[in-house]
DNA sequence: ACAAAAGTGTTCCAGGTACACCCATGG
DNA sequence: CCATGGGTGTACCTGGAACACTTTTGT
């Protein structure tokens, strides 16, 4: 027979749920894989670098919160988005030892162009660019979150065009190379091979348009396809 | 300047949290992929099908909600188990309406194995095994969180070694073969290729002991290495 | 003229595909 | 003895790895 009510010893557990937000971007110029970090003016865990999150609302979508963090921390144009994990084991906020409420988290990924990326300062709490090698301890459980949300970043790399969200409209596949060293590592293929690979995939367009950037021949301007990467969708190591 | 306080008409949404479970199986006599279905006795969705799921209490960490489901609708002793997605939109759950309480479900992907899983007959609600090509429409958005999970299947069939959660200690290699064709459809792979593929890779030890089903040669039954696994591991395509 | 960056081509080899074929058992 | 399923082998080909080489610019 089951119980259809629950006794007093085994009641339900109430939350407030948060999201977190790892964001990440590429600093071509330094070649250099940033997370954006804020810090603390408030406790639990005041003065201390944390992931950006925030409270769902009444009425809100878990992905609409996500959004509109994002839209208080930065101004950018394009971006990608997408759930991560959730958290929500007992005691992981300082702050439920106070009250009777449990804090679930549910973590998103985020994506943006560095070079559009304005962050917007609000005076009183810090906000900033942390390159990946030199994320100090983060407060809560968010380092874990952190080194989920990597391990999503160079997945994602490998066999979804998650790049073409980062780079500029126009890129040389230089460009491309470049942001997959910085994040994948050195080694991860040839840059002749890498190329010719994507070429003959046909999902990037030449423009024609060369650009020279100090010395060394000028580079081909190209063109990410969407409706031409259609076909290798759910195609493993499209990338690799 | 940040607001510390949110105004009254944005205020936080209460949660209570549930976990959602899709629980797989396959009946390799049959070749059908099975997931778990129960009987809801109670509103909302009274008298439809629905995943398994309960709400989340009070010290309980969300995995631990998860096992306690399972545990409460079958009986196994293998059982492989991770999160799969969160849903927590408002409006998702009929029962929002009536209070002022938001419900967000972490859904769970399981897989167990079909032959030594007993189910529980509470003898009040019902409990079965469904073949995927039939699933009925679903109560709350149950049907999205099946795709979901059917989907996150179907990779980690490929690069994972989860089949062999499913599989008993023993298997041939044919009822390897026959659990990726009964989930990945018939033409992911020529038998005999993927059967030296694997071979290859030298984590199958062959025990030496034949087995003789019907008609045809008797096959050899093997066992999985997990050690001998462990440098595949994060290896993309594994088993295809 | 030379260094630096972009782009092309070539050779070699592992690994996948598509088969044909052999083996051992039940009926 | 033949059908059935298990198991082995081979010939072909694609596609990646490594690396040499050419082209076009800045200084």
Chains 1, 2 share one sequence.
Do not use: C
């Amino acid at each position: 027979m089951p119980r259809r009510k629950l006794s007093a010893t085994t009641s339900l557990a109430d939350f407030k749920v948060g999201v977190d937000n790892v964001i990440f971007s590429v600093d071509s110029q330094q070649n250099r894989l940033l997370v954006l970090l804020v810090l603390r003016d408030e406790e639990p865990f005041m003065g201390q670098w944390s992931l950006p999150g925030t409270l769902v609302r009444q009425g809100e979508t878990l992905e609409a919160a996500a959004y509109r963090m994002l839209a208080e921390k930065i101004r950018v144009e394009n971006l990608y988005l997408e759930q991560l994990y959730s958290f929500g084991g007992p005691n992981r906020d300082p702050r439920e030892s106070s009250y009777s409420v449990r804090y679930l988290t549910v973590s998103y990924f985020a994506l943006v162009r560095y070079a559009e990326a304005e962050l917007i300062a609000d005076g009183v709490s810090g906000i900033a660019w942390y390159p990946m090698q030199q994320v100090p301890a983060l407060g809560f459980d968010h380092n874990q979150i952190l080194e989920y949300g990597y391990r999503r970043l160079r997945n994602k790399l490998e066999y979804s065009p998650v790049a073409f969200e980062v780079l500029p409209e126009l890129f040389t596949l230089s460009d491309l190379y470049q942001l997959y060293t910085t994040v994948l590592g050195e080694n991860f293929s040839d840059y002749s091979n890498f190329r010719s690979r994507l070429l003959k995939l046909r999902f990037l367009h030449d423009t024609g348009v060369k650009v020279s950037r100090g010395a060394g021949r000028p580079a081909s301007l190209y063109r990410f396809d969407a409706e031409a990467f259609a076909p290798h969708k759910d195609k493993p190591m499209v990338f690799i």
